[in-house]
């Protein structure tokens, strides 16, 4: 029940009624007084003109003896002199005594409610003073107070069965368009319901409106795209790094296998040289993967500190030249500062100069320019290059192109993959420039310190 009670139709549907219902009874309260007063403002107005018309002709000695009245029934006029005696009446007190024993003071005026026996009913009556020739005398006229009573009383009726109408018209309507508003909503619900982990791929339905449901349909969305590409950068990890892992594993399970099942005496020396290859390439890959799962669940975040970005280049160009492999000319490095982890950018740039060095023909050229915002990072060789359409997937997991620049097997596939995520994570790019010949790596990071 309460669960029920608690759904977001229920509470909107009860609070806008109980609201409506709040406002319209202080608004039938204030309609029913201020149709109150303003009838009796009416009747009063009538009755006054009227004292003072027959308080007129008392004072011209042109009473009547018989006054008339408008109403007969529903209203009379009686004036009265200083000793009680009715001097005029309207016909239907005519024959009767002093109905009326309020008198006002001198040249003034009561106002009030008084039940008129000779006529069976209440009377709002006006008491006037006026001064004749034959001495000071009393007006005193009156009209029903019923007809007001009357009307009131229509006027709520009118409302006591009006209103609850009116409040169960916008009980429905709420909960009717409460109703459609959240039909999105629980379409989102129900589809986010039915998607399972095999089932990332699926989305929820996103209405055309651009307002809060629209927004939330498209903020699942994204967050189901995230959730997808998460699960498949996992799956795809896992089969990546088991076919790696398959083939050295392979190799040292059928040495062992060889050697064990070999009539005369193995030589264990050999082998185990080779078997030290094998299990060293399979460390670094390991190594490899592990770093970049971490970076790719950025479980490592950079420590940010101000690095020369021209000192690490120059020592890992350094670095090259004593190996000896190729020529590396590094004459174009200048300054450039940017902000993060000065290991995590040392492994990235080490990572392109040994791609570089491994498919080189002679030289590597390195250079480095900083501007107003951004520090740009330029590794080129002199090798056959990269093919426009591998520029984009070589920086996936284990990426290999099959041609003259996978000449040995040196590299495990991971260290552009490694590179890019590390780049990314220092809010960076990484990609490979068209410059004709060789390959070109283009790193740009943001400046440490940017001038306006």
Request: proline residues 4%.
């Amino acid at each position: 029940m309460r669960s029920w009670f608690a759904t977001v139709r229920i509470r909107t549907t009860i609070f806008a009624t109980v609201v409506v219902t709040t406002a319209l009874l202080v608004g039938a309260i204030l309609l029913l007084v201020v149709q109150q007063r303003a009838l009796v403002a009416g009747l009063e107005q009538s009755i006054r003109a009227r004292a003072a018309d027959v308080a007129g002709l008392a004072k011209r000695r042109a009473l009547p003896e018989t006054l008339t009245a408008a109403k007969e029934d529903d209203a009379f006029t009686q004036v009265v002199d200083a000793a009680g005696t009715v001097v005029a009446a309207s016909q239907n007190l005519r024959g009767e005594g002093r109905v009326v024993s309020h008198e006002p003071h001198s040249s003034k005026t009561l106002v009030f409610t008084r039940t008129i026996a000779p006529l069976d009913g209440r009377f709002r009556v006006v008491a006037r003073s006026v001064d004749t020739p034959e001495g000071r005398a009393t007006v005193y006229a009156g009209d029903s107070a019923e007809a007001v009573g009357d009307a009131t009383e229509e006027l709520a009726m009118l409302l006591v069965f009006g209103l609850p109408i009116i409040v169960g018209l916008v009980a429905l309507t709420t909960w009717k368009v409460t109703g459609r508003a959240l039909r999105p909503v629980e379409a989102i619900r129900s589809e986010v319901s039915a998607i399972g982990e095999r089932e990332l791929h699926r989305r929820v339905p996103e209405p055309s409106t651009d307002d809060e449901i629209g927004r939330l349909a498209r903020t699942m969305n994204a967050m189901l795209t995230r959730l997808d590409d998460a699960a498949d950068r996992q799956r795809r990890f896992v089969s990546d790094a088991s076919h790696e892992l398959q083939s050295p594993l392979t190799s040292l399970r059928a040495r062992l296998e060889v050697n064990l099942g070999a009539a005369t005496e193995p030589d264990w020396r050999a082998d185990g040289g080779e078997a030290l290859v094998e299990v060293t390439e399979m460390q670094r890959l390991v190594d490899d993967l592990l770093t970049l799962a971490r970076l790719e669940a950025r479980a490592a975040p950079p420590a940010w500190a101000p690095v020369d970005l021209d000192d690490v280049v120059l020592q890992e160009t350094q670095r090259l030249r004593t190996r000896g492999r190729v020529v590396v000319d590094s004459h174009q490095v200048s300054a450039g500062q940017v902000l993060g982890d000065a290991d995590q950018l040392r492994r990235a740039l080490r990572n392109v100069l040994d791609n570089a060095e491994r498919y080189a023909t002679r030289e590597v050229t390195v250079a480095l320019r900083e501007d107003a915002t951004i520090v740009e990072l330029r590794i080129s060789d002199d090798g056959l290059g990269v093919p426009s359409e591998q520029q984009d997937r070589i920086f996936e997991r284990f990426a290999r192109i099959d041609d003259a620049r996978t000449r040995e097997r040196a590299s495990t596939g991971l260290g552009l993959a490694i590179t890019r995520e590390i780049v990314e994570a220092h809010h960076g790019r990484i990609a490979v420039a068209d410059v004709g010949s060789g390959a070109c790596f283009v790193l740009e990071f943001p400046a440490a310190n940017p001038s306006d």
